[in-house]
């Protein structure tokens, strides 16, 4: 993703990116400071990983912040969004994209492998669009700025609509954010606050390498990808700049599939 191909569109707009050390979060960042916002990158570890896309952004001319944060904790989010604010005035986007996996059989799942997935996929995603949106409701619409008085952006999964065996945890997290997506959007939108979620598919980055770093397991993922390419984190990172713009401004309470027709039910393409 280039400048010049999306021109500015959120000058003016500070982001904060939840997970934007590694994966789909860095590509986010990155890209919406190509678009012109100021960006905040959250991380929980590897904090060289976060100064590394901090300094990529400042090298391209925006401006950025690494803020260590663990989104499970309503203490660490609250401040994680006080010092954002202090150091950029507001914030117009803010993309709930942290996230893991613990996986395991349903029979022997742990509790702690349960509450571990909930805690971070869904109630971290409610602790960050809830500081969010108390933010937007002070500030309201800025003239010349946005249309709307701020954006949310809830990053879920395929897994919000497909079952997945072996991950009940996650994918009951991601079945909860889109329907927390859809409440809230439903409940903000006479505020212009627009709230959506994008809900990638198999995406190349470090959480699924085992899935596609051989020939045979890509070949063997290719059999749920009708577009027959795995995406990548560019991929999101667009899909999430266009969301965060005025280009999107009458979607709200949306999930965006980016998952090369994973949702097509591939399996019948045979006739079934």
């Given at each position: 993703?280039?400048?010049?191909?999306?021109?500015?569109?959120?000058?003016?707009?500070?982001?904060?990116?939840?997970?934007?050390?590694?994966?789909?979060?860095?590509?986010?960042?990155?890209?919406?400071?190509?678009?012109?916002?100021?960006?905040?990158?959250?991380?929980?570890?590897?904090?060289?990983?976060?100064?590394?896309?901090?300094?990529?952004?400042?090298?391209?001319?925006?401006?950025?912040?690494?803020?260590?944060?663990?989104?499970?904790?309503?203490?660490?989010?609250?401040?994680?969004?006080?010092r954002a604010i202090a150091e950029f005035g507001t914030l117009h986007i803010?993309?709930?994209?942290?996230?893991?996996?613990?996986?395991?059989?349903?029979?022997?799942?742990?509790?702690?492998?349960?509450?571990?997935?909930?805690?971070?996929?869904?109630?971290?995603?409610?602790?960050?669009?809830?500081?969010?949106?108390?933010?937007?409701?002070?500030r309201g619409v800025v003239d010349g700025v946005s249309l709307a008085a701020?954006?949310?952006?809830?990053?879920?999964?395929?897994?919000?609509?497909?079952?997945?065996?072996?991950?009940?945890?996650?994918?009951?997290?991601?079945?909860?954010?889109?329907?927390?997506?859809?409440?809230?959007?439903?409940?903000?939108?006479?505020?212009?606050?627009?709230?959506?979620?994008?809900?990638?598919?198999?995406?190349?980055?470090?959480?699924?390498?085992?899935?596609?770093?051989?020939?045979?397991?890509?070949?063997?993922?290719?059999?749920?990808?009708?577009?027959?390419?795995?995406?990548?984190?560019?991929?999101?990172?667009?899909?999430?700049?266009?969301?965060?713009?005025d280009a999107s401004d009458y979607v709200t309470g949306t999930s965006l599939?980016?998952?090369?027709?994973?949702?097509?039910?591939?399996?019948?393409?045979?006739?079934?």
């Amino acid at each position: 993703m280039s400048t010049n191909a999306v021109d500015k569109i959120l000058q003016g707009q500070p982001a904060l990116v939840t997970g934007a050390n590694s994966g789909i979060g860095r590509a986010v960042a990155i890209g919406l400071a190509q678009a012109g916002a100021d960006v905040v990158v959250n991380y929980i570890s590897h904090p060289e990983a976060a100064d590394e896309v901090v300094a990529q952004i400042r090298a391209g001319g925006g401006r950025a912040l690494a803020i260590k944060a663990d989104v499970s904790r309503e203490d660490e989010v609250e401040a994680m969004f006080e010092r954002a604010i202090a150091e950029f005035g507001t914030l117009h986007i803010t993309v709930c994209n942290a996230g893991l996996q613990r996986d395991a059989p349903f029979h022997s799942m742990t509790l702690e492998q349960w509450q571990t997935v909930i805690s971070v996929n869904l109630t971290g995603q409610f602790l960050c669009a809830r500081a969010a949106v108390r933010e937007y409701l002070r500030r309201g619409v800025v003239d010349g700025v946005s249309l709307a008085a701020g954006k949310v952006i809830h990053m879920s999964s395929v897994h919000e609509v497909i079952p997945w065996a072996g991950h009940a945890n996650y994918a009951a997290s991601k079945g909860g954010v889109m329907l927390l997506m859809k409440s809230l959007a439903q409940e903000v939108a006479p505020a212009r606050i627009r709230v959506n979620a994008i809900a990638p598919g198999a995406i190349r980055t470090p959480i699924n390498t085992a899935a596609w770093s051989t020939p045979a397991a890509y070949d063997d993922l290719m059999k749920l990808v009708p577009y027959r390419r795995i995406g990548e984190p560019e991929d999101i990172a667009r899909a999430a700049v266009w969301l965060a713009s005025d280009a999107s401004d009458y979607v709200t309470g949306t999930s965006l599939f980016v998952d090369g027709g994973m949702t097509l039910f591939p399996g019948f393409a045979s006739g079934g």
